[in-house]
T-cell receptor, first 113, second 111 residues
Framework: QKEVEQDPGPLSVPEGAIVSLNCTYSNSAFQYFMWYRQYSRKGPELLMYTYSSGNKEDGRFTAQVDKSSKYISLFIRDSQPSDSATYLCAMSGGTSGTYKYIFGTGTRLKVLA | DVKVTQSSRYLVKRTGEKVFLECVQDMDHENMFWYRQDPGLGLRLIYFSYDVKMKEKGDIPEGYSVSREKKERFSLILESASTNQTSMYLC??????????FGAGTRLSVL
Protein backbone atom coordinates (compact mmCIF):
# COMPACT_ATOMS: atom_id res chain seq x y z
CA GLN A 1 0.00 0.00 0.00
CA LYS A 2 1.32 3.44 -0.91
CA GLU A 3 1.72 5.94 1.89
CA VAL A 4 -0.29 8.49 -0.08
CA GLU A 5 -3.08 7.64 -2.54
CA GLN A 6 -4.46 10.09 -5.06
CA ASP A 7 -6.90 9.48 -7.92
CA PRO A 8 -5.04 10.26 -11.16
CA GLY A 9 -8.12 11.49 -13.02
CA PRO A 10 -8.46 13.12 -15.45
CA LEU A 11 -11.25 15.11 -13.89
CA SER A 12 -13.19 17.27 -16.34
CA VAL A 13 -15.54 20.00 -15.10
CA PRO A 14 -17.32 22.96 -16.69
CA GLU A 15 -16.10 26.48 -15.98
CA GLY A 16 -17.54 27.82 -12.74
CA ALA A 17 -17.91 24.41 -11.08
CA ILE A 18 -16.69 23.58 -7.60
CA VAL A 19 -13.85 21.08 -7.77
CA SER A 20 -12.96 18.64 -5.03
CA LEU A 21 -9.56 16.95 -5.06
CA ASN A 22 -8.63 14.39 -2.44
CA CYS A 23 -5.81 12.31 -1.00
CA THR A 24 -5.76 9.57 1.57
CA TYR A 25 -2.73 8.55 3.56
CA SER A 26 -1.69 5.77 5.89
CA ASN A 27 0.94 7.34 8.16
CA SER A 28 -0.84 8.87 11.14
CA ALA A 29 2.34 10.74 12.10
CA PHE A 30 2.10 13.15 9.17
CA GLN A 31 1.63 16.70 10.41
CA TYR A 32 2.32 18.96 7.43
CA PHE A 33 0.02 18.86 4.41
CA MET A 34 0.55 20.64 1.12
CA TRP A 35 -1.12 21.05 -2.24
CA TYR A 36 0.88 21.85 -5.34
CA ARG A 37 -0.28 22.83 -8.82
CA GLN A 38 1.77 21.71 -11.79
CA TYR A 39 1.19 22.97 -15.30
CA SER A 40 2.30 20.81 -18.19
CA ARG A 41 6.10 20.66 -18.51
CA LYS A 42 6.61 22.98 -15.54
CA GLY A 43 7.69 22.47 -11.95
CA PRO A 44 5.14 22.20 -9.11
CA GLU A 45 4.17 25.41 -7.35
CA LEU A 46 2.84 25.54 -3.80
CA LEU A 47 -0.87 26.39 -3.50
CA MET A 48 -1.77 25.62 0.10
CA TYR A 49 0.02 24.53 3.25
CA THR A 50 -1.70 23.29 6.41
CA TYR A 51 -0.29 22.17 9.70
CA SER A 52 -2.24 19.44 11.52
CA SER A 53 -6.03 19.36 11.18
CA GLY A 54 -8.49 21.99 10.12
CA ASN A 55 -9.34 24.23 7.20
CA LYS A 56 -7.43 26.93 5.43
CA GLU A 57 -8.81 29.29 2.83
CA ASP A 58 -6.99 31.41 0.26
CA GLY A 59 -9.15 33.10 -2.34
CA ARG A 60 -10.93 30.45 -4.38
CA PHE A 61 -8.98 27.62 -2.73
CA THR A 62 -9.78 25.81 0.50
CA ALA A 63 -7.68 23.04 2.01
CA GLN A 64 -9.12 20.64 4.56
CA VAL A 65 -7.33 18.09 6.71
CA ASP A 66 -9.14 15.33 8.59
CA LYS A 67 -6.48 13.48 10.54
CA SER A 68 -8.97 11.10 12.14
CA SER A 69 -9.88 9.80 8.67
CA LYS A 70 -6.41 10.33 7.19
CA TYR A 71 -7.98 12.33 4.40
CA ILE A 72 -7.14 15.70 2.90
CA SER A 73 -9.04 17.75 0.35
CA LEU A 74 -8.56 20.76 -1.86
CA PHE A 75 -11.65 22.65 -3.01
CA ILE A 76 -11.58 25.08 -5.91
CA ARG A 77 -14.55 27.42 -6.20
CA ASP A 78 -15.61 29.12 -9.43
CA SER A 79 -13.12 27.02 -11.41
CA GLN A 80 -11.47 28.64 -14.42
CA PRO A 81 -9.84 27.17 -17.54
CA SER A 82 -6.55 28.49 -16.12
CA ASP A 83 -6.98 26.03 -13.24
CA SER A 84 -6.41 23.17 -15.69
CA ALA A 85 -3.30 21.46 -14.35
CA THR A 86 -2.15 18.50 -12.32
CA TYR A 87 -2.66 18.85 -8.57
CA LEU A 88 -0.27 17.07 -6.23
CA CYS A 89 -0.80 16.51 -2.55
CA ALA A 90 2.22 16.18 -0.30
CA MET A 91 2.80 15.53 3.37
CA SER A 92 5.58 15.20 5.89
CA GLY A 93 6.34 14.86 9.55
CA GLY A 94 6.55 12.21 12.20
CA THR A 95 9.37 9.71 12.20
CA SER A 96 10.22 10.52 8.59
CA GLY A 97 11.17 14.02 9.62
CA THR A 98 9.70 17.33 8.58
CA TYR A 99 11.70 17.42 5.35
CA LYS A 100 10.95 13.94 4.05
CA TYR A 101 8.06 14.85 1.78
CA ILE A 102 5.76 12.16 0.42
CA PHE A 103 3.88 13.10 -2.73
CA GLY A 104 0.73 11.74 -4.28
CA THR A 105 0.89 10.85 -7.97
CA GLY A 106 -1.28 13.83 -8.89
CA THR A 107 -4.80 14.41 -10.25
CA ARG A 108 -5.17 15.91 -13.71
CA LEU A 109 -7.88 18.55 -13.82
CA LYS A 110 -9.46 19.99 -16.96
CA VAL A 111 -11.79 22.97 -16.68
CA LEU A 112 -13.80 23.36 -19.85
CA ALA A 113 -14.72 26.85 -21.07
CA ASP B 1 11.47 36.57 -7.97
CA VAL B 2 13.34 33.54 -9.28
CA LYS B 3 14.01 31.10 -6.49
CA VAL B 4 15.18 27.71 -7.80
CA THR B 5 16.91 27.59 -11.14
CA GLN B 6 17.75 24.44 -13.05
CA SER B 7 20.44 24.88 -15.65
CA SER B 8 18.69 23.09 -18.51
CA ARG B 9 15.05 22.63 -19.47
CA TYR B 10 15.73 19.87 -22.00
CA LEU B 11 18.70 17.55 -22.40
CA VAL B 12 19.37 14.72 -24.82
CA LYS B 13 22.22 12.39 -23.97
CA ARG B 14 23.53 9.06 -25.17
CA THR B 15 23.71 5.84 -23.19
CA GLY B 16 26.89 5.68 -21.14
CA GLU B 17 27.48 9.44 -21.01
CA LYS B 18 28.16 11.18 -17.71
CA VAL B 19 25.42 13.75 -17.15
CA PHE B 20 25.40 16.74 -14.84
CA LEU B 21 22.20 18.47 -13.76
CA GLU B 22 22.74 21.73 -11.94
CA CYS B 23 20.43 23.51 -9.52
CA VAL B 24 20.85 26.87 -7.81
CA GLN B 25 18.60 28.49 -5.19
CA ASP B 26 18.72 32.09 -4.04
CA MET B 27 16.70 31.78 -0.82
CA ASP B 28 19.50 30.69 1.51
CA HIS B 29 17.70 27.41 2.16
CA GLU B 30 19.42 24.68 4.13
CA ASN B 31 17.73 21.73 2.41
CA MET B 32 17.95 20.82 -1.24
CA PHE B 33 16.40 17.88 -3.04
CA TRP B 34 16.48 16.02 -6.33
CA TYR B 35 13.37 14.18 -7.47
CA ARG B 36 12.44 12.39 -10.63
CA GLN B 37 8.88 12.42 -11.89
CA ASP B 38 7.44 9.68 -14.05
CA PRO B 39 3.83 9.12 -15.18
CA GLY B 40 1.90 7.04 -12.67
CA LEU B 41 4.78 7.03 -10.20
CA GLY B 42 4.68 10.61 -9.01
CA LEU B 43 7.71 12.31 -7.49
CA ARG B 44 10.38 10.01 -6.15
CA LEU B 45 13.24 11.31 -4.04
CA ILE B 46 16.71 10.56 -5.38
CA TYR B 47 18.90 12.43 -2.89
CA PHE B 48 18.62 15.28 -0.49
CA SER B 49 21.11 17.50 1.29
CA TYR B 50 20.57 19.30 4.59
CA ASP B 51 23.87 21.21 4.61
CA VAL B 52 26.96 21.87 2.56
CA LYS B 53 28.81 18.63 1.81
CA MET B 54 26.06 16.63 3.55
CA LYS B 55 23.80 14.28 1.64
CA GLU B 56 21.40 11.46 2.26
CA LYS B 57 20.03 8.85 -0.08
CA GLY B 58 16.40 9.02 -0.98
CA ASP B 59 14.20 6.25 -2.27
CA ILE B 60 15.91 5.66 -5.63
CA PRO B 61 19.62 6.65 -5.42
CA GLU B 62 20.98 3.85 -7.61
CA GLY B 63 22.81 5.17 -10.65
CA TYR B 64 22.98 8.72 -9.27
CA SER B 65 25.32 10.77 -7.14
CA VAL B 66 25.16 14.35 -5.88
CA SER B 67 27.45 17.18 -4.92
CA ARG B 68 26.86 20.17 -2.70
CA GLU B 69 29.99 22.26 -2.38
CA LYS B 70 28.17 25.54 -1.79
CA LYS B 71 24.93 26.18 0.07
CA GLU B 72 23.11 27.52 -2.97
CA ARG B 73 24.12 24.82 -5.45
CA PHE B 74 23.14 21.14 -5.63
CA SER B 75 24.24 18.98 -8.54
CA LEU B 76 22.87 15.64 -9.66
CA ILE B 77 25.25 13.36 -11.53
CA LEU B 78 24.35 10.38 -13.66
CA GLU B 79 27.59 8.44 -13.74
CA SER B 80 26.70 6.42 -16.83
CA ALA B 81 23.36 7.38 -18.27
CA SER B 82 20.94 4.61 -19.18
CA THR B 83 17.66 4.68 -21.08
CA ASN B 84 15.69 3.97 -17.90
CA GLN B 85 16.91 7.31 -16.56
CA THR B 86 14.87 9.15 -19.16
CA SER B 87 12.60 11.27 -17.00
CA MET B 88 11.67 14.69 -15.68
CA TYR B 89 14.11 15.78 -12.97
CA LEU B 90 12.99 18.31 -10.41
CA CYS B 91 15.19 20.19 -7.97
CA UNK B 92 13.68 21.73 -4.83
CA UNK B 93 14.83 23.59 -1.76
CA UNK B 94 13.39 24.37 1.65
CA UNK B 95 14.39 25.75 5.01
CA UNK B 96 14.22 23.59 8.12
CA UNK B 97 10.49 23.99 8.69
CA UNK B 98 9.28 25.21 5.33
CA UNK B 99 7.72 23.72 2.25
CA UNK B 100 9.80 22.85 -0.79
CA UNK B 101 10.09 25.31 -3.66
CA PHE B 102 10.64 23.64 -7.02
CA GLY B 103 12.56 24.54 -10.11
CA ALA B 104 11.04 24.35 -13.58
CA GLY B 105 12.42 20.87 -14.17
CA THR B 106 14.83 19.27 -16.62
CA ARG B 107 13.41 16.84 -19.12
CA LEU B 108 16.19 14.35 -19.84
CA SER B 109 16.11 11.91 -22.71
CA VAL B 110 18.74 9.17 -22.85
CA LEU B 111 19.04 7.56 -26.26
Amino acid sequence: QKEVEQDPGPLSVPEGAIVSLNCTYSNSAFQYFMWYRQYSRKGPELLMYTYSSGNKEDGRFTAQVDKSSKYISLFIRDSQPSDSATYLCAMSGGTSGTYKYIFGTGTRLKVLA
Amino acid sequence: DVKVTQSSRYLVKRTGEKVFLECVQDMDHENMFWYRQDPGLGLRLIYFSYDVKMKEKGDIPEGYSVSREKKERFSLILESASTNQTSMYLCASSNYVGTPDFGAGTRLSVL
